[in-house]
Nanobody
Framework: QVQLVESGGGLVQPGGSLRLSCAASLSGFSLYAMAWYRQAPGSQRELVARITNGGKTNYTDSVKGRFTISRDNAKNTVYLQMNSLKPEDTALYYC?????????WGQGTQVTVSS
């Protein structure tokens, strides 16, 4: 059974940093494009960052220069380093794995940015 397990969320002050991890029990992990999405209360889920199986990355404009997505294929894990966090980054962050027509989601980890 495929599982994506996110961790690393929490409460942080504005300007602080967090590192999210997503551990995937996924055969052929290196073939998958991995992504982080987020959903704030009352808002739609949005793509935050994505990394292809070849390592190419893209980010939503609001996090460019502050967030970095990376992957470790040997550990079947994808990371999201979040720096200079802002209150508007507060959301439930989800990990996503996509390969052709197969897509999987984690349960999410809460990030709250507040003083």
């Amino acid at each position: 059974q495929v599982q994506l397990v996110e961790s690393g969320g929490g409460l942080v002050q504005p300007g602080g940093s967090l590192r999210l991890s997503c551990a995937a029990s996924l055969s052929g992990f290196s073939l998958y494009a991995m992504a982080w999405y987020r959903q704030a209360p009352g808002s739609q889920r949005e793509l935050v960052a994505r990394i292809t199986n070849g390592g190419k990355t893209n980010y939503t404009d609001s996090v460019k220069g502050r967030f970095t997505i990376s992957r470790d294929n040997a550990k079947n894990t994808v990371y999201l380093q979040m720096n200079s966090l802002k209150p508007e980054d507060t959301a439930l962050y989800y990990c996503n794995a996509q390969f052709l027509f197969r897509g999987y989601w984690g349960q999410g980890t809460q990030v709250t940015v507040s003083s």
